[in-house]
């Protein structure tokens, strides 16, 4: 008799610099999930609208929706100032979240064990999702995170210039029409705010451990 193929889902959402890209990182490597970063979709969009002299057509985004592949998400530098910024104004018009649902739900089928990370994942793309996931953090944490990270293409970049543009971000992300920020019910918080990058894996390592011991032989 075939044996049965098991299927598992994670679906992870949380703020900015919380830690929830690292996060989906080490569980898709440590689990051997297929990894897939909503945000790259719509970074792609974004770098297709500018190669092509901003044309923001609906049929031309339907049509680059349709050609998107890991690879081609792969291929390009997705993270110029200029494509950050335009990705950041898409995500939130509906007609192209509906484009890019279609690759996100194939990207699901075609997989049997995925880890999903972005907005909207938990709520909308995968509301069955065997385990969901939200990471928190505080705004100071969040920040000295950040200013490493720009201070190697900024030196003179501070500390409350960083602060102040991670607030006003979670702000409109939390407030924003279209796909706010918000805690999905049934998700577990992660919190890592005190948390080193070690404390954070082994955390995440036994969260997902148990999630499949209890789908495979149910509640012990």
């Known amino acids: 008799m075939k044996k049965k193929k098991f299927n598992f889902s994670i679906a992870i959402d949380g703020g900015s610099a919380s830690g929830k890209t690292t996060g989906s990182k080490f569980i898709s490597k440590m689990f ?3 990894l897939l970063s909503s945000g790259k979709l719509y970074r792609y969009i974004a770098f297709k609208i500018i190669k092509n002299k901003n044309n923001y057509d609906h049929k031309f985004i339907n049509k680059i929706s349709k050609e998107i592949t890991l690879n ?4 390009y530098n997705l993270y110029l100032p200029e494509i950050t910024n335009l990705s950041s104004i898409i995500a939130k018009k509906k007609k192209i979240k509906n484009s890019l649902k279609k690759f996100q739900t194939d990207f699901i089928r075609k997989n049997s064990k995925v880890v999903i990370e972005g ?6 793309i ?7 996931i939200f990471f928190k953090c505080t705004i100071e944490e969040k920040a000295k995170r950040r200013l490493k990270e720009f201070r190697k293409s900024n030196k003179r970049i501070s500390f409350v210039e960083v ?3 991670l607030k006003q971000r979670d702000f409109n992300d939390k407030n924003r029409k279209e796909s706010p920020l918000l805690f999905t019910k049934g998700a577990v918080l992660v919190d890592t ?4 990058l070690n404390q954070m894996r082994a955390k995440l390592k036994k ?3 148990g999630a499949i011991k209890k789908k495979k032989y149910g509640s012990l």
Request: net charge positive; no cysteine.
């Open 119 to 124: 907005r909207d994942i938990a709520s909308k």
């Open 32 to 34: 051997g999930f297929k």
């Open 163 to 165: 602060k102040k543009t």
């Open 193 to 196: 705010t005190n948390l080193n």
């Open 126 to 132: 995968m509301p069955n999702a065997d385990l969901k």
């Open 72 to 75: 081609k998400l792969s291929a």
């Open 207 to 209: 969260l997902v451990e």
